[in-house]
């Protein structure tokens, strides 16, 4: 079936341009890419010491010791969620202090230079270039015929990044874990300033374990002796495992409190991110910032306040960190955060995308919070008419019919399913290449999840749940008649009444929701249109809508590719 889809959409496949760095781009795509850097941890779990010792090997063959990152006065960072924007609290905090910052994440949405950040910007196609170069000729030049030659994707950018830090002599570099913690390749470093644990939950299963207990013992591996550590509230047995693997490692442990101490005089902290769920990123960033530099033997740091006696334990397993008067570096820190592709809302006239590049059941609950807020607080069109649009895919061994369940609620009148790719050629598309997942096996997981939303809608109750009868918006949806099956989708036992769409790459899917509404977006071509009845039906009602709301989540290389899209000067 997605054969057949294949054949029938090559022909509008068209190529992006090259970048003057994708030489050295696409040699590290021969690398491998995240999937089969995945598979690769999955296969070395049996002995997860010589993969950090490998990796050891790799970093001193590149011409660094070990020893040299402890100049580096790091930030070490893992969880589950959110561990990527209190990653980008604690830089923009310590930015604002004057230093100089490096930050070292992943994956990219858009560019793999996003991955290595000074000042809070990916470094230049010149420096990605120049260090990319300078760490593979070294590794080439010191093959033996014993080792791997070269380390994989994830761990070649880690080890890039250590030299860029160094050589470009920044003041302190935020590190966020790959995944897990304890054999993650960015476990090498020995002596970090402060480490952090955001919010735990459940993924990548088939690597770290499938409870909460066997993750947070893979998380607590960051740990270091005499190394403060702070973690936000968790359940209670991941957080009793996380207080034994600081005790074992001899690393004092504290529980950051809720962002509402922070907040004296009763004003709210104003956060650059949106979304409740990042007031905990927040109030670990504001730790882990102000432990650095009480560290480093910065003054100035804000008052501690007071913990009354006996609240610091009280019946946790966990001692809670005093809470403090924030700097005004601090607030401005806070304030001036900007993390692409979470939380993030692009208004383009009558068109408004929501993206959300939330990938496990707690965080699409926390982005389905979010949206609701957002989107469906904003004021109504005069008329009523307003669409609501669901962009989804997911990758990786992720249960997608829970994540779609809980989108279920939002009440979209359309879903669109999709793979990743930006175009249905990404031949010259270096930083969206991925040699591990190919079209037709991204189009038979789309066409599940479509089927999925289907049957979810169904047992919601028949007829659509979210179509009161028999209008909602003012006169544009019509009721139908009971539609047939839906695209290359085996018949049904009944017809189905779930407008949901599957398109091969991104740029149709966009183009589709965007009837030309858009102005970055072309509007969609006459020819090759999608033969469905629901995508000419839709098409009339997203051309006439007064508000289109697109929620695009499920993965975050699927808000990349929308962004990239969206906005091409994030490309440039």
Known sequence: MAEEMLSAW???GTAEGTDPDGDAIRTLNTLQTNASYLEQVKRERGDPRAQLEAMRGFLERSGLKVEDLDRLNIIHVTGTKGKGSACAFTECILRS????????????????RERIRI???????????????????RLEETKDPEHASMPAYFRFLTIMAFHVFLQEKVD???????????YDCTNIIRAPVVCGISSLGIDHTSILGDTMEKIAWQKGGIFKPGVPAFTVMQPERPLEVLRDRAQERECPLYLCPELDAFEGDHRA???GLAGAHQRSNAALALQLARTWLQRRGCRGLGELKEVPPGVELAGRPVPLA?????????????RDTEWLGRTQVLPRGPVTWYLDGAHT??????????FRQAALNQDKPHDGSEVRVLLFNATGDRDTAALLKLLVPCHFDYAVFCPNFTEVSV?????????????????TRCLENQRTWTRLLEEKGGQDPWLPAPLRTGGLLQPTPPRGTLLLVPPAPRPLNSPSLVFPCLAQALRWVAQGRDPRLAAPAATGAHPHPVASSGAVLLREAAAVRVLVTGSLHLVGGVLRLLNPTLSQ
């Open 269 to 271: 902290l104003e956060l």
């Open 322 to 334: 005093p809470a403090f008067q924030p700097t005004d570096a601090m607030l401005q820190g806070l």
């Open 361 to 370: 059941t707690s965080s699409v609950q926390a982005c389905v919070r979010w």
């Open 10 to 12: 090559a022909a509008a």
């Open 97 to 112: 202090y004057g230093l100089k910052t490096g930050f070292y994440s992943s994956p990219h949405l858009v560019q793999v």
């Open 119 to 137: 000042n809070g910007q990916p470094i230049s196609k010149e420096l990605f270039s120049k260090y990319f170069w300078l760490v593979y000729n």
């Open 172 to 182: 302190l570099a935020v590190v966020e874990v790959g995944i897990g913690g304890a």
């Open 427 to 443: 031949a010259n598309n270096a930083d969206q290449q991925n040699f591990n997942v190919t079209l037709e096996n991204a189009l």
